[in-house]
């Protein structure tokens, strides 16, 4: 078993004030506490860009859980304040702080059959109550229906950082950065959850000394069926060699 221990961090932070863009931006200590993968905040966060047909303007905006999860109040705020039209291509990206659960998982789907010209790309920083058979049989699902679903990474989080939160002026770098290691597990489990494989990773949290424990467990069939330079990747896992 492998432990991380959450950190307390605190900078200055915040876009230039003639950014037309500020007001929908987050501050930085919300991307902290939403986006940085070792916590497990109960609620979630969505920052998204939307682009439509050859534009190359790119509308951003943020959100956050209210009565419903952050991917419903997207579809509703779409679909009332949008004016669909099906000739012109539609092109969103999420960056989600949670990866969606299987409702949302189902609901995400309804709304793109009903707009087939909506292409969607999402990205997560964790994966929800991953353990669970049908969160995971809902991001399947998703994946089967055509959206792509990563986990975010050192260029994600520096996008975001640039394009979603008030940072200030020369300050565009994205500090804290986040242990890679955290982004590698979850990029393995989440193979695991598209190859639909048992999972491998086991978060768990310690309230008392305020602990973020994983374990990592990997059966024959997680060998035997991921490449192996995913399991590689993690730095943490080394392959049987066969001498010839």
Request: aromatic share 12%; glycine share 4%; charged share 20%.
């Amino acid at each position: 078993m492998w432990v991380l221990s959450d950190t307390i961090i605190s900078w200055s932070t915040g876009p230039s004030g003639g950014d037309a863009t500020s007001r929908r931006r987050i501050e930085p200590w919300e991307f902290e506490v939403f986006f940085d993968p070792r916590q497990l905040r109960k609620e979630a966060c969505l920052l998204y860009e939307i682009q439509w047909g050859t534009s190359r303007k790119i509308w951003r905006n943020s959100g956050k859980n209210t009565a419903n999860h952050v991917e419903i109040n997207f579809i509703e705020k779409f679909t009332l304040e949008r004016q669909y039209c099906p000739s012109i291509p539609c092109s969103v990206t999420w960056f989600l702080s949670w990866s969606p659960c299987w409702e949302c998982s189902k609901a995400i789907r309804a709304f793109l059959s009903q707009h087939p010209s909506v292409t969607l790309v999402i990205y997560v920083a964790r994966l929800f109550w991953h353990m669970g058979p049908q969160n995971r049989q809902g991001l399947r699902d998703l994946i089967n229906s055509g959206v792509t679903i990563q986990i975010m990474s050192v260029p994600e989080y520096d996008h975001c950082w640039r394009n979603f939160v008030n940072y200030p002026p020369g300050k565009e770098d994205h500090w804290p950065g986040y242990p890679v290691l955290w982004m590698k597990l979850y990029a393995l489990e989440l193979h695991c959850i598209i190859l639909s494989l048992p999972p491998c990773l086991k978060i768990s949290r310690r309230s008392q000394n305020q602990l973020t424990l994983f374990r990592l467990t990997l059966q024959n069939c997680h060998y035997q069926t991921i490449s192996p330079h995913v399991l590689l990747a993690t730095g943490l896992i080394q392959l049987p060699v066969t001498w010839r």
